[in-house]
C-alpha cells in the first residue's frame, strides 16, 4: 500500500502538517542575529590596532612628563588665541561663581545633551564680504581666524563630502569622572575639575546620515565651564592639549591632570591586550572630514542651593530612596569652532538627561512594553485557539497576522538594538520584551503559514474532467458482390463475404517507465528543492532574509517611519477586505480586536507623539491622524458582527457569490420502493423527501425532472397563478392550501441535503458537522468552500 493509501486510511489525507514549536525558531533567529553581530575576522587587526594605540599614548605620555619637569622633549604646547576670550564673552556669557546658599551648577553632565544648530561661515574671504548685522561679532572673529592659511583647495578637502549646512540638530553622549591626582596636585583639585568625553552626533535628516566626533575635555564645577576638543572618529584627541585651550589661571591644575589619566590608559589597554579582550572599533567607511573643533561650554544655573544639588547628586549615584528631584532640568549653550574650515556651530535650546534618569526612563519603558507584549500575547493565543478549526481559518485573513508579525519582527530587532547601543543595566530590562514581540512574531508567522495551507485550496481552480476515450470505429461492411446470387433462404450463407469481419485486437504491450540516471544532486538544487516542497524550509529561509532587510531598514529613520506607516495602515484592512469577499464574518473576538488595537497603538504614539521619549524622535502630527485610521478600521470589523460584512457598501457592490449547496434536483422516481434523492457520503443513510410531499404530489401532479428546476424557483406556482386570475379570479381554497403546502415542503426539502460542488450529497447536518472538523469533501478529497 502506498503513502497516499495509508494517509486515507488513517484520515491523515489532506491534514496541514503539524506545526513546529517556538523554540527552534527562536534559536534559529538568534543564532541568525550573533552572525550579524559577530566580527572575529578582524580581531586580528582591531589587536594590532590596540598595540598601535598603546605605543601611541606610551610616548605620549613619556614626552609630557619630560615637559612637566622642563627637560629636553619635542612636545610644545601651543599659545592660546587672544581673541578666545572676547569671543567666548560674547556668544556665551558666563554667570561666574554664584551664591551656594541660593543658587548652583549641575556638578556632574553624565548623560544625553541634544540641541539646535545654528552654521555660521567664518572664513577670512566670507567675513571680508559680510556685515555687522549678520555678524555682530565680526571684528572679533576676523581676529581669531587671522592666521589661517586660506587655502580652499585644503580647505575643501579638509570638510570632505558632508554637508555642513544640513544639519538642524545635534546630539552629545558624556561621560563625565572625578581626575585621578598626580603627586603635584592638590586636594582641591577634585572639588574644582572634572574630566569628560564623549561623542558628537550631527544629523543630516535629509539622507539619514549622522557625522561623528569625539571629544576630550574639562569641566569646571565652580563656574559651569566646559572646555574640550574634538575630531573625527578616525583621528584620536591629544588630550595634551587641553591645558592650552582653559583660562589662563587654570592651566596649571588641567596640566596636571593629564599625566595620571595618560597612565590610566595606558594601564587599561595592557589590561585588554593581555586579557584577549578585543573589542573592533574600525571604520569600515572612510573618513566624512577631517575638520578639527574646539568646543566650549556654559551651563546655566539653577536655584538650588549647594546642599541640596550635593545630595541630590548622593542620591543618583547612590540611591537609598529618598526623594531630591530638582524643579528644573540641565540646559546649557554651547559653540564648536573649527578654525582650519572656517566653520562656527552656535548651539542652542540645549537640554541634558541624566544618565540615571534615562536607565529610569528605560527600565519604565520596558516594563510598559512588556505588559503590552504579554497582553498582546495572551490575546493571540486565545483567538488561535477558538480559530484552530478550519471553519474558523477560513474567516480569518492570513495577511492580517502577517502583517502584524512583520511589526513585531521590525520590534524585536530594534529592541535587540537598542539594548545593544544601551551598554549597562538598561539593556537587562529590554530583554523582557525584545524576547515577547520575537515569540509574538514566530507565532503568528507560523499561525499565517498555517492559514495559507488551510486556504490555498479556495482560489485554486477546479479540475479539469478526465478525457474518455472514443469507442474504437466499427469496421465498414462489406462490399456485396451483385453478381453471386442472393440468399434468400434463412439459413445463413456459408460465403466468406456475407460473414462479418471482426476486427483483429492488437496488442500493445505495457509500458514501463524508463529508469532514471543516478545524479548527483547539487547542495544548491537539494536546497531549491526543499524551499519549494517544504512549507517549513520556506518559511524560515523568508524570516532570515526578511530579518536580513528589517536589520538595515532600523538603522534608517525615514525607512523606519515608512514603514510603520505603511504597516500600521493596514492591520484590520486585509481581514475587512476578506470578509467582504467571503460574506461571512471575521470571527475575531471584541477582545482582540480592542487589546491588539489599544496595545500596538500605545508602542506606535509613544515614540511618534510623546515628546520626551526614550529615544528622542521629534513628534509627528500624522501618528494622530494613522491612530485614528487603526481605531476606524477595528470599528468597522465590530460592526460587521452586527450589520452584515458590507454594510456600508452600495447593494451593488455587497453581491457575494457564493456557492449554493442546496440546488433543485429532481424529484425520485415515483416507482422505485426507497423514495430518496440517494445515499450521504457522510453517514451512508438514505437522504429521504419530506413525507407530505409524496402524499400530495401524485403520478399526474407530479413534476418531470425537467419541470423541477422552474418548480424550484417558483415559475410554476407564476403560471397557476396567472390561470387562476385568467378564470374570474374565483380561488380554490383547496389549490391555494395544496400551493402553500407544496413552497414548504420544497423549502424544506432542499435544506435537508446539500449537494457539493464535487457533485456528492450530503445531509446537511453532516456536512456542517464535517466542515467543523475539514474543509475538504470526505469523499474525493477535494476543498469545499464554506457552507
Known sequence: MDNVAREQESGLFGRPPQQRGPLPSILFIMLMLLLFTSHNGEEFLARHQYQEALQKLTYQKSNF?????????????????????????????SNGSVDPAQSSYYPNITGFIH????????????????????YPWKHIIQGYVKDVNENMTEISEKMGAWNWSAPQKVAFSVVEKLPLLSANSSSNTTENIALIHGRIEFSDASISEDLRLEFEGVHFLKNGTIYGLAEPSNRAVDIRLLPSIVPEDMKNETALLIEPELSSRIDRFKNLIDAGIIEDSLEDLPPKTACPFTLYAQINSVDVPAHVMKEHEAEIQRPTGIDTHLPTRLAMKSILISKECGILYEVSNMEGLRSRTFFRKVTTYAGTATIAYLTILILFTRQMARSSTPSGISRVSRYTFLV??????????????????????????????SFLACVVFLYEAQFSMSIYQIQLPEDAPPPRPLAVPSPPRPPPPAAVDTDSPVNTSNEPSSSP???????????????????????????????????????????????????????????????????????????????IWRSIRRGRNSGLTMEYLVGVTVC?????????????????????????????????????LML????????????????????????????????SPEKSLGDCAICMDAILLDPSIRQIHDTSSLPSSDDWDAKASGAEETRKSASVRGSGGVIDPVGLFGAVQRGVGSAVTRKSYSLAPCHHLFHTECLERWLAIKNICPQCRRPLPPL
Open 65 to 93: 612628563t619630560a615637559w612637566l619637569n622642563g627637560s629636553g622633549t619635542n612636545f610644545t604646547l601651543p599659545e592660546q588665541n587672544v581673541s578666545v576670550l572676547p569671543l567666548l564673552n560674547t556668544l556665551l556669557p
Open 115 to 134: 540641541g539646535d544648530l545654528h552654521l555660521y561661515n567664518i572664513t577670512p574671504s566670507y567675513l571680508a564680504n559680510t556685515t555687522e548685522d549678520a
Open 404 to 433: 502584524q508579525s512583520t511589526i513585531d519582527s521590525v520590534s524585536f530587532a530594534g529592541h535587540v538594538t537598542f539594548a545593544v547601543l544601551a551598554e549597562g543595566r538598561p539593556s537587562l530590562s529590554l530583554i523582557a520584551p
Open 497 to 575: 463475404s456475407a460473414s462479418p469481419v471482426t476486427p483483429t485486437p492488437v496488442a500493445t504491450p505495457p509500458t514501463t517507465p524508463a529508469p532514471t540516471a543516478t545524479q548527483n544532486i547539487t547542495f544548491w538544487a537539494f536546497f531549491w528543492q526543499q524551499i519549494r516542497t517544504d512549507p517549513q524550509a520556506r518559511l524560515y529561509v523568508i524570516l532570515f532574509v526578511f530579518l536580513s532587510t528589517i536589520v538595515r531598514i532600523i538603522l534608517s529613520p525615514t525607512l523606519t517611519l515608512l514603514f510603520v506607516a505603511i504597516t500600521y495602515s493596514c492591520i484590520w484592512l486585509p481581514q
Open 600 to 636: 500596538r497603538l500605545y508602542l506606535m504614539l509613544y515614540f511618534l507623539a510623546c515628546p520626551r521619549n526614550v529615544l528622542d524622535v521629534e513628534p509627528r502630527d500624522w501618528s494622530y491622524h494613522l491612530a485614528a485610521f487603526v481605531c476606524f478600521q477595528a470599528l468597522i
Open 640 to 671: 460587521q458582527e452586527y450589520f452584515g460584512p458590507a454594510f456600508f457598501l452600495p447593494k451593488k457592490f455587497s453581491t457575494v457569490n457564493t456557492y449554493n449547496y442546496h440546488p433543485p434536483l429532481p424529484l425520485p422516481d415515483e416507482e
